[in-house]
């Protein structure tokens, strides 16, 4: 019902930057190749992604505004080894319930799509509709109805900034995925598919392009992929540390604590480290229901994905002592 539904939102999108999260996520999983997100007044007044994946029918798309209702687990054993970004079925109706909301999908082979408004978390209006193959969301007028939220979310410009930072942690996990990220009408960023050393220095920052290292390990029941680069200016310890397990965006401190031991002894004041590392779990050994937005993991086998972080960092960073 609408009230459950506001509530879970609460958890679910705190603020524009979580709402451009669980949609990019969905374009995703879909298998888009190309996504765009168009945002008005740091979120505030819009936000909108449109992406060119597998779409929905009709049915689904009324399906998908059900609380708990997810395409992407069929039986109780797919929850241990979850593959997909989303699984919890919770995010169309958490953000359904406090914005003006449309979904305009048309499947693969479909001849048309089908559009849907949802206001306050009431269906307002279903209809057939033109649209190109894909899904596009709008999400306007956000806690419209939930006056104590709006009042917490920050100026456009920090808004926005959290939508620019979220957008690229998530981007650098699907380095062969165009995002593209508009504000008020201006292309922001525009990130061309290309691979994972492309999208790391699009992402880290031109400077560091002669200075990443490939990581490379292998360990019992765990790869290490990525790059890292020497210490440098950061807004904080991990601000400049991107960590995906099984190409999921994570903040976990115990892979933190590993590759800051793989940086011991190249530590300076001021500086951190800089690293995307893409972590490859088997999905039966890691348990990522562990919070509603996901960034925290568990392992089943913490001493070798330690041991394989710190490793694999310590042996990419030394590659600049030759
Ligand atoms: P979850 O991602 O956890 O399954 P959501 O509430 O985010 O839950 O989405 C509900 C369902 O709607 C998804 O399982 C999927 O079937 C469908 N869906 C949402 N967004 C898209 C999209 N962009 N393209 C295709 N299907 C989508
Ligand atoms: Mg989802």
Same mark, same amino acid.
């Given at each position: 019902?609408?009230?459950?539904?506001?509530?879970?939102?609460?958890?679910?999108?705190?603020? #524009?930057?979580?709402?451009?999260?669980?949609?990019?996520?969905?374009?995703?999983?879909?298998?888009?190749?190309?996504?765009?997100?168009?945002? /008005?007044?740091?979120?505030? =007044?819009?936000?909108?992604?449109?992406?060119?994946?597998?779409?929905?029918? *009709?049915?689904?798309?009324?399906?998908?505004?059900?609380?708990?209702?997810?395409?992407?687990?069929?039986?109780?054993?797919?929850?241990? !080894?979850?593959?997909?970004?989303?699984?919890? &079925?919770?995010?169309?109706?958490?953000? =359904?319930?406090?914005?003006?909301? /449309?979904?305009? !999908?048309?499947?693969?082979?479909?001849?048309?799509?089908?559009?849907?408004?949802?206001?306050?978390?009431?269906?307002?209006?279903?209809?057939?509709?033109?649209?190109?193959?894909?899904?596009?969301?709008?999400?306007?007028?956000?806690?419209?109805?939930?006056?104590?939220?709006?009042?917490?979310?920050?100026?456009?410009?920090?808004?926005?900034?959290?939508?620019?930072?979220?957008?690229?942690?998530? !981007?650098?996990? @699907? #380095?062969?995925?165009?995002?593209?990220?508009?504000?008020?009408?201006?292309?922001?960023?525009?990130?061309?598919?290309?691979?994972? @050393?492309?999208?790391?220095?699009?992402?880290? &920052?031109?400077?560091?392009?002669?200075?990443?290292?490939?990581? /490379?390990?292998? &360990?019992?029941?765990?790869?290490?992929?990525?790059?890292?680069?020497?210490?440098?200016?950061?807004?904080?310890?991990?601000?400049?540390?991107?960590?995906?397990?099984?190409?999921?965006?994570?903040?976990?401190?115990?892979?933190?604590?590993?590759?800051?031991?793989?940086?011991?002894?190249?530590?300076?004041?001021? %500086?951190?480290?800089?690293?995307?590392?893409?972590? /490859?779990?088997?999905?039966?050994?890691?348990?990522?229901?562990?919070?509603?937005?996901?960034?925290?993991?568990?392992?089943?086998?913490?001493? *070798?994905?330690?041991?394989?972080?710190?490793?694999?960092?310590?042996?990419?960073?030394?590659?600049?002592? %030759?």
């Amino acid at each position: 019902d609408i009230l459950s539904n506001k509530i879970a939102a609460g958890e679910v999108v705190e603020r #524009p930057a979580s709402v451009v999260k669980e949609l990019v996520e969905n374009s995703l999983d879909a298998g888009s190749t190309s996504i765009e997100v168009a945002i /008005e007044k740091g979120g505030l =007044a819009g936000i909108r992604v449109s992406d060119n994946g597998h779409g929905m029918a *009709s049915d689904d798309a009324l399906l998908s505004l059900e609380r708990y209702a997810t395409s992407k687990l069929t039986t109780d054993a797919d929850l241990f !080894s979850i593959r997909t970004l989303g699984f919890r &079925g919770e995010a169309l109706p958490s953000m =359904a319930s406090v914005s003006r909301f /449309e979904l305009v !999908s048309r499947e693969r082979g479909a001849v048309s799509g089908v559009r849907v408004l949802v206001e306050g978390g009431r269906i307002l209006d279903v209809a057939e509709a033109g649209a190109a193959p894909g899904t596009v969301v709008s999400v306007k007028r956000l806690f419209f109805n939930v006056p104590a939220r709006r009042k917490f979310l920050k100026t456009e410009s920090t808004e926005m900034g959290h939508i620019a930072d979220t957008l690229l942690s998530v !981007s650098l996990g @699907f #380095p062969d995925v165009q995002f593209r990220l508009l504000h008020n009408g201006r292309v922001l960023r525009h990130l061309p598919g290309g691979g994972s @050393f492309i999208r790391a220095v699009d992402v880290l &920052g031109k400077e560091v392009e002669s200075r990443l290292f490939p990581v /490379e390990q292998a &360990g019992a029941g765990i790869r290490v992929r990525g790059w890292v680069a020497s210490p440098d200016i950061s807004r904080s310890s991990t601000q400049r540390i991107y960590l995906y397990v099984n190409g999921r965006y994570v903040r976990d401190r115990s892979v933190y604590k590993a590759l800051f031991e793989g940086y011991k002894g190249r530590m300076m004041t001021g %500086r951190y480290p800089v690293a995307v590392l893409f972590l /490859e779990v088997d999905p039966a050994r890691v348990d990522v229901n562990v919070h509603p937005t996901k960034h925290e993991v568990r392992f089943s086998d913490g001493r *070798s994905v330690w041991a394989a972080v710190r490793d694999g960092v310590a042996s990419a960073l030394s590659m600049e002592d %030759r």
